[in-house]
């Protein structure tokens, strides 16, 4: 294996793809790379075969889609804060601006009208009034101009970003219901006439949805499962499947067959459906995870990753999902020298019982050197997963002589609904932090880990459980805590943080902090800094709009007033977590230095 510097060099280099897309006609591949430039920038292979940058400038690109006839791409910059503004780049030629730059809201998507000069997109914003609020509301916005109408108030916040039928007719938007858990599918006229709902799982579960050409591909949710069917804008329709491991709706490009993705035991594959045959088949590669975006003029073409394959465009035969057989569409493998993959260490499957006898899965990396301790990388969310992908951050620790482990505590996907919706149980820092802390026992058990030798990471979420468990985890389990855009007061996350994103916090802790401040406060490790032991390192990104910089705030006082010596790092030009690659050089070295020094003291 190199050097860890000359690795974390190649690493930071290597592209990292995701949010990739097949345009309708399937005539264009855009996608997002972070790694090839300073920031997550929007790549596309255009009609003609080129592979080029889309997005401009030096701040933060993502993919939301086409210009309408394939003509090029639009997407989003961000500064950091998440108040997006919105781009159409032609194929040929500059961008230009289809919004607002730096808006004083949220905004969710940008989608443009087939023939008309309009924008449609989500922002929780009263541009009549000129005043935030806390509901999503779609709007039209005129190009030429600049009138703007509200096609659909709803009352409470959206999830996903409004999206444009392809004859330009209908908007179809999420909603949420009184039940904080719940969200509905509801379509409302380009001309703001016939606002209706279209689908609902009921008031506490959740509907996902996209267009796929005329017909609204959806994924809804059940009791312990998942239910996939299509739909038409007049609500006939069919049921596909019933299956718990589905998880949401896919966009195929160049073929009139739908698809959904699922996920088992953390690694993602995808379904294939004929709308008028009903017939599925699943595409489930022997390892990794494969997601197909659609057909183009040369075959099939989709995304495929492992924990020792980057994330890559792939040329694939649905009928053989062998990733040996996979053609890379990007010429990913030939810009990468021998020396970057040929040490990459694989992951491995980690499985152990928690306190109520819960099976709980996760991966852990071994160092091929002689371990120094074990790196604890908690995931975000906490809906979501860790799954096998390559990861610089992973790679760069093991290089580094420490084991890593990505436990999947229980609220993570990729495990059914029933596993998922399990964190509601307890609500956040609950049962699924004992997941965490058993996962740590199972490891020193198995010979992973030693006690004293163990430190907790994440970031989100993620830095949400490191404090955790480094106030309530015994210090000879845990000897040092790294949370990065971590929650430390639930009630000051609550009311700093987006009012678009309140609800999730509902969900999960089963109310608001008026309707259980019991929970609200008990749940916060601000209320616990006095047991801490170990060593403890504070990052923070100062744009955060999601986990402000207010909960660092919070508890520095609260540490200061308890003694407790702890170190900062604050990058001043990043949001909710840390996407730079010249900051992320300085985020992993210093993580790698200061779980060393921890544990050699240990």
């Known amino acids: 294996m190199p050097d860890p510097e000359r690795l974390l060099e190649l690493l930071l280099d290597l592209p990292q793809l995701y949010a990739a897309q097949l345009s309708a006609g399937g005539r264009a591949l855009a996608w997002v790379w972070n790694g090839v430039d300073p920031v997550p920038s929007v790549w596309a292979r255009t009609p003609a075969g080129r592979v080029e940058r889309m997005s401009h400038g030096e701040d933060e690109a993502f993919l939301l889609g086409f210009v309408p006839g394939e003509r090029g791409v639009v997407y989003e910059t961000d500064l950091g804060d998440e108040r997006t503004t919105p781009w159409a780049r032609p194929w040929e030629g500059a961008p230009e601006r289809i919004g607002e730059a730096h808006p004083p809201y949220f905004p969710r998507g940008a989608e443009l009208h087939p023939e008309r000069p309009w924008v449609f997109f989500g922002a929780n914003y009263d541009f009549a009034g000129d005043e935030v609020i806390e509901p999503t509301w779609i709007w039209r916005r005129d190009l030429k101009t600049g009138e703007l109408r509200a096609l659909a108030r709803p009352e409470l916040p959206g999830t996903w970003a409004p999206q444009l039928s392809p004859d330009g007719r209908w908007v179809l938007y999420d909603r949420g219901t009184r039940h904080p858990g719940g969200q509905e599918l509801w379509l409302v006229g380009a001309d703001g006439e016939g606002d209706r709902l279209l689908v609902s799982a009921g008031e506490a579960r959740k509907v996902y949805g996209l267009w796929a050409g005329g017909r609204v591909n959806h994924v809804a949710e059940a009791e312990d499962t998942r239910v996939w069917g299509w739909l038409e804008p007049d609500g006939q329709g069919q049921a596909l499947l019933e299956d718990p491991y589905l ?133 975000g969310g906490p809906t979501a997963h860790y799954g096998e992908y390559v990861s610089p951050e992973v790679q760069y620790y093991l290089a580094r002589g420490f084991n890593v482990f990505l436990p999947n505590y229980r609220g993570s996907t990729g495990y059914g609904l029933a596993f998922q919706e399990k964190i509601k149980e307890t609500g956040w820092g609950g049962l699924e932090q004992d997941d965490i802390r058993t996962g740590i026992e199972a490891l020193i058990t198995a010979g992973l880990a030693e006690p004293g030798r163990v430190g907790v990471t994440g970031t989100s979420y993620g830095g949400y459980s490191s404090w955790w468990q480094i106030t309530h985890a015994p210090p000879e389990l845990v000897a040092a805590a790294a949370p990065i855009c971590g929650m430390t007061d639930l009630v000051v996350d609550y009311y700093s943080t987006r009012p678009d994103l309140r609800p999730y916090s509902e969900e999960m802790l089963g109310g608001s902090p008026e309707e259980v401040p019991e929970r609200y406060h008990e749940r916060s490790p601000v209320h616990y800094v006095n047991r801490i032991r170990g060593r403890l390192l504070i990052v923070q990104g100062a744009l955060d709009p999601n986990v402000t910089p207010e909960n660092l705030t919070t508890v520095r006082r609260a540490l200061d007033a308890a003694g407790v010596p702890y170190e900062v790092l604050v990058f001043e030009d990043e949001g909710h977590g840390i996407r730079k690659k010249e900051n992320r050089r300085t985020l992993y070295r210093r993580l790698a230095d200061f779980f060393e020094a921890a544990f050699a003291k240990g």
Do not use: C, M
């Open 247 to 379: 998880e949401y709706p896919l966009r195929l490009g160049g073929t009139p067959l739908l698809a959904a993705r699922a996920v088992r035991r953390a690694r993602g594959y995808t379904l294939l459906a004929g709308p008028q045959s009903g017939a599925v088949r699943e595409l489930r590669p022997p390892s990794g995870n494969l997601t197909l975006l659609g057909r183009d003029a040369g075959g099939w073409v989709g995304v495929y990753a492992s924990s020792t394959r980057p994330a890559d465009l792939v040329r694939l035969d649905p009928e053989n999902p062998d990733p040996a057989s996979f053609e890379s569409l990007t010429g990913l493998e030939a810009l990468l020298p021998a020396d970057r993959l040929a040490g990459l260490v694989p992951a491995e499957d980690f499985e152990w019982s928690s306190t109520d006898g819960l099976p709980v899965h996760g991966f852990v990396y071994r160092t091929p050197h002689r371990p120094k301790g074990t790196i604890v990388l908690v995931h």
